[in-house]
């Protein structure tokens, strides 16, 4: 079921002088959902249960909603109740074709001038995440990819992941912001200090179960979002330079590994 579209809010550069550090879901969220690539791991699950559980494409199906709505993530039902092992499921399941995807020059372009570390934050794989922000030609800006494995198999939104996700990379909550297409999962960053922003797609699994006051900003295009908000950030820059008569350097993406623009080396290590 999809929602008619709403007026995102966007207040480019309001209250987010401050983040330092920016977390990005992967699927969804760096590319948008109307591309529909998501779907191919979505029936890809439902392929999988059904060949391993022995069941009929429908029942798979089913049954993999209701572990998607139970139990956060489908993999984690198929874990907690049939004590399934992730390897097979995860590489099974992305194992998908990224033609459709088209590189994005604008979202590398507002990357680069976004300044902060980023992460990105998925309860796919790491393997899977690299290649997809390969394809999209923006991987040079993430210093790593933080997934389901590195969180122990806790899906977002359990707390305990977002909580090993801070301290791992050292991160102050109340300077960072998660970007997020399931609103469910900006709940704990809420309750940890850090700024939310979901970016919406109108698809009900994705909204949230009652309230929204958890999420901070709602958004409908991450790259136009992102454009504004540089744009937003720059202008500031340069009226306060103006003010004290200086100058200042230009905006450039910060932060180590693959989030200083592309002379790092990536942590992948460990996180697949």
């Keep these: 079921m999809a929602f008619p579209a709403q007026t995102a809010t ?12 920016w977390v990005f879901d992967l699927d969804n969220t760096l590319y948008p959902a109307s591309c529909n690539l998501f779907d191919q ?3 890809r699950m439902g392929e999988f249960i059904a060949r391993t559980l022995g069941l009929d494409f429908d029942s798979a199906r089913r049954l993999q909603k209701q572990y998607f709505y139970e139990h956060g993530t489908t993999l984690r039902g198929l874990m907690t109740v049939h004590g399934l092992e992730p390897d097979a499921f995860l590489e099974y399941v992305h194992d998908i074709d990224l033609s459709m995807l088209p590189p994005s020059e604008a979202l590398d372009a507002a990357l680069q001038m976004l300044d902060g570390r980023k992460l990105i934050f998925t309860n796919g794989t790491a393997s899977h995440a690299w290649r997809v922000v390969e394809h999209l030609g ?3 800006h993430f210093e790593a990819v933080v997934d389901i494995a590195a969180s122990d198999y806790l899906p977002k939104p359990d707390p305990r992941a977002y909580e090993a996700l801070i301290r791992r990379f050292g991160i102050r909550p109340e300077s960072a912001a998660l970007i997020d297409d399931m609103a469910t999962n900006l709940l704990p960053a809420h309750a940890l200090g850090m700024t939310t922003v979901w970016v919406r797609h109108g698809y009900a699994w ?18 136009s979002w992102l454009t504004d908000l540089v744009a937003a950030r720059q202008r500031a820059c340069d009226g306060e330079r ?9 905006h450039a993406a910060s932060g180590p590994g693959r989030g200083d623009g592309g002379t790092g080396t990536a942590d992948r290590t460990g996180l697949e």
């Design 138 to 140: 923006v991987a040079r």
């Design 206 to 223: 994705a909204h949230p179960p009652s309230c929204d006051d958890h999420v901070h900003h709602m958004i409908d295009d991450l790259v």
């Design 41 to 43: 791991v979505d029936r």
């Design 10 to 21: 966007v207040v480019p550069g309001s209250g987010l002088d401050h983040i330092d550090v």
């Design 242 to 250: 103006t003010g004290a008569g200086g100058s200042r350097p230009a």
